[in-house]
């Protein structure tokens, strides 16, 4: 038998901090990983990098993330306020060092695609700026938040107006076949890890 | 430059529903793979796949899932709401197979432990099955949930009582490498992919 460590609930309490963090941020599996782009009313742009970025419904197509409100990068939640709209746009493997940077706390006054040397793009008069090395991009429509009780996150969500994706990645049926353009996966607070696909299974209900 | 396709919210609403459903799923990047164990009032386990797992705090440690009411494996929640209480258990490569045909449609007098192969544990008294293949399984107190207006769906979020992890896994630090374990990712609806872990960065806050 393998050996495994227990927590009760007890135990979780008592943990030091960051152990903690470490230790629960890594328990539920992989996460997605993307770089929301936005732009304030004043036009500075701010990109950022989220591991909670969750599709909720196809038809209309939705997708949510969570925001911690005091760790959060800070301007994200409010350009979103006071524009309605926001960019999802896939971290790939040669963009995890800029991706990740993009947390680090920059002034209002600093873009963080110039801070990291990720490049903002303009697409189809979307009044957010997506980030130019992202395979797979999807501009949204701020239309929700849910303010969760438990612990005071904020769930946002919204709608696809746009979505983009490389040629290379999309099957005959729809699906994109993410490890064709390297689409890094979140481990845990700061674990970057590159997935291969195994295989797809015949159609079932997820 | 490479070239992109590009559907506006009228071209994905003007989709065949199959092709958008593959392409919404895949869109948002990989997502967790989890097995959820629940058991009746009257003692009839359920076992049942969702890519829909999210981490949502650490302190207290809290875990979303959604549900989609149409669609979903129908015992999971009626469980839930009965005993309170239901086990987040990885899927794991061996275990591919196995985890995604609970999502085929048996009756209700069927475990799907015993449907797929898969092995329900029960550990310290707890009053919902894991799954013994799983090396990284956690105990769920149902908390609260909260109906998605936008859709329908019902976003499940509850405590952790009980954590176990394969000690093979836990770094020092807290972090648990899961590719040591083959922990899978979902992409789209129905492919699964093995990530490997590429970096952990510098601490910085997601």
Redesign the interface.
């Known amino acids: 038998m393998?050996?495994?460590?227990?927590?009760?609930?007890v135990d979780?309490?008592q943990?030091?901090?960051?152990?903690?963090?470490?230790?629960?941020?890594?328990?539920?599996?992989?996460?997605?990983?993307?770089l929301i782009g936005t732009r304030s009313a004043e036009g500075q742009d701010n990109l950022a990098?989220?591991?909670?970025?969750?599709?909720?419904?196809?038809?209309?197509?939705?997708?949510g993330f969570?925001l911690?409100p005091d760790?959060v990068p800070r301007h994200t939640w409010s350009n979103i306020l006071s524009t309605g709209v926001y960019t999802?746009n896939?971290?790939h493997?040669p963009m995890?060092?800029a991706a990740?940077?993009t947390?680090?706390k920059f002034p209002q006054e600093v873009s963080e695609f110039e801070a990291t040397g990720l490049t903002a793009l303009d697409?189809?008069g979307f009044a957010a700026p997506y980030a130019a090395e992202s395979?797979?991009q999807?501009g949204m429509n701020y239309?929700?938040h849910?303010t969760?009780?438990?612990?005071g996150?904020i769930?946002v969500?919204g709608?696809?107006?746009?979505?983009?994706?490389?040629?290379?990645v999309?099957?005959t049926?729809?699906?994109?076949?993410?490890?064709q353009v390297a689409?890094?996966?979140?481990?845990?607070?700061?674990?970057?890890?590159?997935?291969?696909?195994?295989?797809?299974?015949?159609?079932?209900?997820?």
């Open positions: 393998t050996e495994k460590i227990h927590w009760s609930s979780l309490a943990l030091d901090p960051k152990f903690r963090i470490h230790l629960i941020n890594s328990a539920s599996g992989y996460k997605s990983a993307n990098v989220f591991s909670s970025v969750i599709h909720m419904g196809s038809e209309p197509a939705i997708f969570l911690r760790t999802i896939h971290i493997l995890v060092d990740h940077r947390s680090l697409m189809d395979q797979v999807m239309l929700n849910y969760i009780a438990e612990n996150t769930l969500v709608q696809v107006a746009h979505l983009y994706a490389n040629a290379q999309l099957a049926d729809g699906f994109l076949q993410l490890d689409t890094v996966t979140i481990n845990g607070l700061d674990g970057y890890a590159l997935p291969e696909l195994i295989q797809r299974m015949p159609y079932e209900k997820l």
